[in-house]
């Protein structure tokens, strides 16, 4: 792990990808560089945002972020992980039983934002986050569609 290592944003990036997720359908992103002073993350996304979608996503992040959310990780066993995540990015030694991250309690009514299975850290609760930042974005059509988030934290 760097030292330019960044819990705060690494969890913004699960909020930021749950929220994706959960209104688009996208695939989690592909790619990450997660930076203490500013981050970016790659989708493969069918297609550009407009400035109304970026402000209605950045208000939905933070809505998450401020709800101050339990980050909860729980085992499950890889095969089981495997039926409901896609693994491909998953080091095979990361071994039979996989750590899933979810932003938000599971065994909770409304149940979680996000899971993903993750050896990497995180905060606590998700205010600890700050305030997400939508810096910039752009939109390539090369592979179907590739959208590039920049983002950072203010706190
Ligand atoms: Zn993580």
């Known amino acids: ?8 944003m690494h969890t913004a990036e699960h909020t930021l990808s749950g929220v994706l ?13 997660i930076n203490a002073n500013k981050s970016k993350v790659d ?7 407009s400035p109304e979608e970026v402000k209605s996503i950045t208000e939905e992040v933070n809505a998450v972020l401020a709800r101050d959310l ?6 499950m066993d890889r095969n089981k992980a495997a039926k409901r995540f896609n693994l491909s990015r998953l080091p ?14 599971p065994d ?15 905060v606590a609760h998700t205010a600890e986050c700050g305030t ?7 939109w390539k059509s090369d592979d179907g569609g590739v959208l590039r988030i920049r983002f950072k934290l203010d706190r």
């Not at 039979?96 to 991250?101: K, P, S």
């Not at 909770?108 to 995180?122: M, R, T």
């Open 21 to 33: 997720i959960r209104r688009y359908g996208c695939p989690r992103c592909f790619s990450t560089h």
């Open 43 to 49: 989708f493969h996304f069918p297609h550009d945002l």
């Open 1 to 8: 792990m760097s030292k330019e290592y960044d819990p705060r």
């Open 132 to 138: 997400f930042i939508w810096v910039s974005h752009e």
């Open 108 to 122: 909770s009514s409304e149940g979680s934002l996000d899971a993903c299975p993750c050896i990497g850290e995180h």
């Open 92 to 105: 095979e030694s990361a071994g039979d039983t996989l750590r899933i991250v979810y932003i938000g309690d």
């Open 70 to 75: 339990p980050v909860v990780a729980r085992d």
